[in-house]
């Protein structure tokens, strides 16, 4: 890089859809990169995954993660293989679920790779993964987990903080100070009332401002989604059927155990069998009961919760539950059901219209999960067209992400209007819908980058 050249902003990703959040601080001899996630859903999203990255990897100094969730850290793997030798900086939370989630990232991809190699349904010969899970476990060696609210000197007048984002464990809002300017980066921002973590921190005053933009275009759902859980479940259990719950393996699985847990204890919801079917989500469960000061359970409601549910960990036992009858309760990942142990329920279950599948938050245009909410009928899965006859169940009430009302409410508590906001993270409709929020109702200056756009911190507009 040239010495002289103004600090600046790139935006990597997550410009034109809600995954691969990327984004690329440079100033003068220094570059950190805010977030390392894959691309997921359509086709030509995720081919990114697999072309150069845009920079070369070892010309970046640092990484920052905001959360653990794949859209952000998942290609931290491939980057590390690249020649990225960087130190990797995240809350706690966040370090100890991707020891979960990234190797296990690797893991579902050498499978899908195999798999699709034995078919020859891949376009690429041989079929190869993204990276694998050695690369993911060599990758956690760069981790140097962080305190929220403790300042981190990165060089070159760069020093950024980790402050609370609600969500899920470990969550982060970034605040960076880079040569005499600010820019926070929201991260995935948790909800006011979120049933089991603490709400996202006040916006801080800041020049520049990131947002997501997940549910830029919606309100949630007045109802409670809890209620709604336990109606489904009394409806299916008592003509004998199989509920199927897609489950995000950290964070949802957490809330949806909760959420249970309650039916269960007032009455609610029939007596019937529950299985958390989802190795990393039993692990990451028990996270959570090492960082009590980041959530709202009590030690009751975690012993609650565990009583509740049979943990399945081993493939065998998972494929044994495609042999039992219903009425049963099976929550399993992947919560956009792209992969994991869901697609064998579906195929074993998703047929029987006695049985029902329920989507636990958002689903990303271009995956399974957003195809059965938009009602298809048929999905392809393991190279065949399984029929979808089962009861499909949208309860978006249990999103851990903050509505377009939400964001607009946090944004309010800032000290001073930025000179920009950027509206990141969301598809096309969902980010413009906030644009037009945040102009309209706040007055402040915002607008949607372009892929692979770099803007001058010293002339954010």
Excluded at 131 to 142: G, I, K, P
Aim: aromatic share 6%.
């Amino acid at each position: 890089m040239n010495s002289t050249h103004p600090a600046r902003l790139r935006f990597l990703g997550a410009t034109d859809t809600v995954t691969g959040s990327r984004y690329l601080l440079e100033c003068r001899d220094t570059r950190v990169l805010v977030d390392c996630g894959l691309f997921q859903g359509y086709k030509r999203l995720r081919d990114r995954n697999r072309s150069l990255f845009p920079v070369a990897p070892g010309s970046i100094d640092a990484v920052l993660l905001t959360h653990a969730h794949l859209d952000h850290t998942g290609y931290v793997p491939a980057l590390v293989r690249d020649g990225f030798t960087g130190p990797i900086y995240a809350t706690h939370g966040t370090s100890e679920l991707c020891k979960l989630l990234l190797p296990d990232s690797g893991h579902l991809q050498e499978e899908e790779a195999r798999y699709a190699e034995h078919r020859g349904s891949s376009v690429h010969i041989p079929a190869l993964p993204v990276y694998t899970a050695a690369d993911a476990v060599r990758s956690l060696n760069a981790f140097e987990p962080r305190d929220f609210d403790a300042p981190l000197d990165l060089g070159d007048g760069i020093e950024a903080t980790f402050l609370p984002a609600g969500h899920i464990l470990g969550a982060a809002q970034i605040h960076i100070n880079v040569d005499g300017h600010s820019v926070h980066f929201t991260g995935d921002l948790g909800r006011a009332a979120d049933p089991l973590m603490f709400p996202p921190r006040e916006l801080e005053a800041t020049d520049t401002l990131v947002t997501e933009s997940t549910y830029g275009n919606r309100v949630h759902p007045e109802q409670n989604p809890e209620t709604e859980l336990g109606a489904v479940v009394s409806r299916v259990a008592k003509r004998g059927g199989v509920i199927l719950i897609a489950a995000f393996a950290v964070g949802r699985a957490e809330t949806l155990m909760l959420h249970l847990s309650r039916l269960r204890r007032q009455g609610l919801i029939p007596d019937i069998p529950i299985y958390l079917n989802s190795p990393m989500a039993i692990d990451a469960s028990y996270m959570y009961r090492q960082h009590p000061d980041e959530h709202r359970l009590l030690v009751d409601e975690f012993e609650d919760m565990y009583k509740l549910a049979t943990m399945t960990r081993t493939a065998d036992d998972s494929k044994l539950l495609n042999l039992r009858r219903g009425p049963m309760i099976i929550i399993s990942a992947s919560g956009m059901i792209t992969g994991g142990r869901i697609l064998h329920h579906l195929e074993a279950y998703g047929p029987d219209p006695k049985n029902a599948l329920i989507l636990s938050g958002y689903q990303a245009g271009g995956t399974r999960g957003a195809d059965l909410a938009a009602g298809a009928k048929e999905l392809r899965i393991y190279g065949q067209d399984v029929p979808i006859r089962a009861e499909v169940i949208q309860i978006e009430g249990f999103s851990a992400h903050a509505d377009g009302e939400e964001i607009i409410r946090w944004m309010r508590t800032a000290a001073r209007a930025p000179q920009m906001t950027y509206i990141t993270h969301g598809e096309p409709d969902a980010s413009e819908a906030l644009r037009r929020r945040i102009k309209r109702e706040l007055g402040w200056n915002a607008r949607i980058p372009e892929y692979l756009e770099a803007i001058s911190l010293d002339n954010p507009h």
